[in-house]
């Protein structure tokens, strides 16, 4: 497998620099095009590189296909008014108890307001990476790497399934089956659609669904699929509590955080993949 190289520019400020795919011809008439011409002065600031390293000029010309990096300017974004404890931090890992309404990395106009980019800021470690991801809505356990260097290793770990994770739930459904129930079922997420579904064919998804008193659920996903925990619970008849998506999209306002969805990354457990050592995270949080 080919060594992806590192991009010629340094996280600043917690960000790494964008990267983005040319179409090709003059460089500076394409980002000014695309991005407007706060984007393209960025060429006569030297702020735009090729991934040697190369100065992008006035006059360069690149292919289709070839990228450039640069410092991507922030949106204005809402303050997420909510703390994200660590839970344990080593040389390798970081294990944080994040909030509801972060994000766990930049995308669309969440960027700053994002797990990783706090991180990276408050403890000063620029090559921090989350080793899996959480939804931006869900709460609880979100483990990083500390080094580029050891983030195979544990997102790997991930990858192959070989950590036990254990969230919480809460809904006020009532379950079109007996409980404790298995779910499988092929869960599909495209890009640009908001929703993820179900449909016919090989079962890609599972998720082992507790009933632990009241409206309380514990959910044992042994798949990662996007959504996998809201559409298995939500096509048991159970949809989870301030849940703007699933069975139904709800306009949400971007400021508002007073109903955060009943979802909760309550534990995870794994063989630690570089020291051998057991390890269990448990979140502090509580639905």
């Known amino acids: 497998m080919s060594r992806v190289r590192q991009p010629p520019l340094p996280v600043r400020n917690g960000l790494g620099p964008a990267r983005v795919r040319l179409r090709g011809g003059a460089v500076l008439v394409e980002l000014a095009s695309r991005f407007g011409e706060s984007v ?18 006035p006059g360069t010309v690149l292919p289709p296909g070839a990228h450039v990096f640069l410092y991507r300017d922030l949106p204005q974004e809402i303050p997420v008014p909510f703390e994200m ?17 972060l994000a766990t990395m930049p995308r669309g106009r969440h960027v700053a307001e994002t797990a990783v980019v706090r991180l990276r800021r408050a403890l000063d470690l620029p090559e921090l990476s989350p080793a899996h991801r959480l939804d931006r809505l ?33 809904s006020a459904g009532h379950a079109a089956v007996a409980l404790p129930a298995v779910v499988r079922s092929r869960i599909i997420k495209e890009r640009g659609r908001l929703q993820a579904f179900e449909e016919p064919g090989e079962p890609n998804a599972e998720t082992l669904v507790e009933h632990v008193g ?25 949809p989870l509590r301030n849940d703007p998506l699933y069975p139904d999209v709800v306009d949400v306002a ?33 639905l």
């Open 138 to 170: 869900t709460a609880g356990v979100l483990l990083f790497t500390v080094r580029r260097e050891v983030r195979g290793a544990y997102q790997t770990m991930f990858a192959d399934g070989a950590v036990a994770k254990v969230y919480l739930a809460r």
């Open 40 to 57: 393209a002065a960025k060429v006569f600031e030297g702020g735009v590189l090729t991934p040697d390293g190369t100065v992008v000029g």
């Open 214 to 238: 009241a409206d309380l659920y514990r959910l044992t996903p042994h798949t990662g699929r996007t959504h996998q925990l809201r559409v298995h619970m939500a096509g048991l008849g159970l």
């Open 254 to 286: 971007p400021d508002d955080f007073t109903r955060p969805l009943q979802l909760l990354a309550h534990s995870m457990e794994f063989d630690d993949p570089l020291t051998g050592a057991a390890r269990r995270f448990v979140s502090e949080r509580t």
């Open 85 to 101: 404890p660590v839970l344990y931090h080593d040389d390798h890992i970081v294990v944080v108890d994040k909030p509801h309404f």
